[in-house]
């Protein structure tokens, strides 16, 4: 059974840094396409970030230079640093990992694996 763990998420202020961190069990992070979305309270969910299994990268336009994805193979892990936060990246930060057969569509991938994620909170 796969298994998507989110935790590092929490309270951090406007300008200040934060690094998420997805455990899998029953999955090899390796071996697939991974990703970061977020959603925000009344907004719909979008993506953050992506890297495939051949390690290329994806990260969201207005994302890009404040926010980097990395994988730990050896730990089975997905990072997310988080850098010059802003209030409007506040929201609920998920995992997820590719299902070949069933999700949603995102950079070529198909997501359907989902943590139960970790909140982020930035305050001004």
């Known amino acids: 059974q796969v298994q998507l763990v989110e935790s590092g998420g929490g309270s951090v202020q406007s300008g200040g840094s934060s690094r998420l961190s997805c455990v899998a069990s029953?999955?090899?992070?390796?071996?697939?396409?991974m990703g970061w979305f977020r959603q925000a309270p009344g907004k719909a969910r979008e993506g953050v970030a992506r890297i495939n299994r051949d390690g290329s990268m994806s990260v969201a336009n207005s994302l890009k230079g404040r926010f980097t994805i990395s994988r730990d193979n050896a730990k089975n892990t997905l990072d997310l640093q988080m850098s010059g936060l802003k209030p409007e990246d506040t929201a609920m930060y998920y995992c997820a990992a590719e299902d070949p057969t069933y999700g949603d569509t995102w950079w070529g991938c198909l997501f359907g694996y989902w943590g139960q994620g970790t909140p982020v909170t930035v305050s001004s």
């Open positions: 029953g999955y090899a992070v390796s071996n697939s396409c």
